[in-house]
């Protein structure tokens, strides 16, 4: 059984920091993509940034150059470090991984989801 366990969320103000964190755990094998997206009230999930297993990245339009996300394949984490924050970046955010759990069984895996309120 995989489990994502996720951290970091929080109360912000416009301008501010938080950084997220994403830990997987239990019987994997190996993880390819790791991601973030994002929810915010009466809205659609969306994409907000994925890396893959050799480091390369996407991000949406709305959190270049704030966003950096960043991943540790020993430590099956991956991270959003967010810059600049904006009151649009309120959501819940989850993570996502495509996880292997066998040599030749994947699934896609989600966090339970963390909020992150920008306000003043």
């Known amino acids: 059984q995989v489990q994502l366990v996720e951290s970091g969320g929080g109360l912000v ?3 501010g920091s938080l950084r997220l964190s994403c830990a997987a755990s239990g019987s994997l094998f190996s993880i390819n993509a790791m991601g973030w997206y994002r929810q ?3 809205k659609q999930r969306e994409l907000v940034a994925t890396i893959n297993r050799g480091d390369s990245t996407n991000y949406a339009d709305s959190v270049k150059g704030r966003f950096t996300i960043s991943r540790d394949n020993a430590k099956n984490t991956v991270w959003l470090q967010m810059n600049t924050l904006k ?3 309120t959501a819940v955010y989850y993570c996502n991984m495509q996880i292997w759990t066998t040599i030749n069984v994947r699934y896609d895996y989600w966090g339970q989801g963390t909020q992150v309120t920008v306000a003043s």
Do not use: I, K, T
């Open 40 to 42: 915010a009230p009466g």
């Open 87 to 89: 009151p649009e970046d």
């Open 13 to 15: 103000q416009p301008g």
